[in-house]
């Protein structure tokens, strides 16, 4: 099977397309003919190296998390899905024809395998950092790079919770984040005070790592009440980090009921081929995504 792999860390040129053996599901697991892998700041950020040091791997290495497919192989202990079911689920190394998943879900009515490939990771994290963050039904939660995959999550959970969101995005996103039932502002000069003017804010959520750590703190007047996913700077400032993930097959059947509803969206923003996996991790280091970028097999 072909298979995107990296022998060393560095930028997305050490991608590589191979031939590789096809990897088979154990205990607990599925493997599923993939139709389309989601592409998430997690695969570039193991690809650059950033996590050798607390979470080492063997180079080479696979790439990927999230994907959708078809089921072609059931490990033991498996009940409740059958070959040849299509399911979106999380497993390693997705950016292949073939790959075995370990949290999965019946993909729902209406969504495309695009759509579908970009859910598990990022609503896990989303449910986590809303949790961390300590929010509640009536308070305001302010998210710093609220257009993207997770953004996009937090936003529609938190709007489902009653939680008031302010959502800081690009020029380009501004009516993206409200259509998602959040206030918008943009970057740059100023937004503190933009912010400020929206409501107060009794907590915040980093998704961007764009170095906003200090201003969210100052914005909620509590460290704690501050949670990063990509700024690894943030125990710095007495706010969190949180780069463990939880449960993911939890959090499938969490909001399983909220997509099969159509209250939760992802939209794709790009798609790309498994040999142009490359220009898909550029494309999201680049940043200002709007909803997911997908290989599509």
Known sequence: MKKVVFAEYGGPEVLQLVDAEEPHAGPGQVRIAVRAAG???????????????????????????????????????????EIGDPVLGEGSDTYAEFAVLSAWAPMPGGLTFPEAAGYASVVESALRIIGLAGVEPGQTLLVSGAAGGVGSVVLQIARERGITVIGTAGPSNQD?????????????DGWVGRVRQLGEVDAALDLAGSGVIRELVELTGDPRRVVSIADLSA????????????????????????IAAGKLRLPVEKTYALTEAAAAHADSQAGHTR???????
């Open 39 to 81: 592409v998430n700041a997690h695969d570039w950020r193991v690809r650059e190296g950033q996590f050798r040091d607390s979470r080492p791997i063997a180079l080479p290495s696979g790439v990927g998390l999230d994907a959708s497919g078809v089921v072609d192989e059931i490990g033991a202990g498996v009940a409740g899905v």
């Open 176 to 188: 993206y984040v409200r259509s998602l039932g959040a206030f918008a502002t943009t970057y740059g």
């Open 235 to 258: 125990p710095e400032h007495g706010a969190r980090f949180s780069g463990t993930a939880g449960s993911v097959q939890d959090a499938l059947d969490e909001v399983a009921g909220l």
């Open 291 to 297: 909803g997911r970028r997908v290989i599509v097999l």
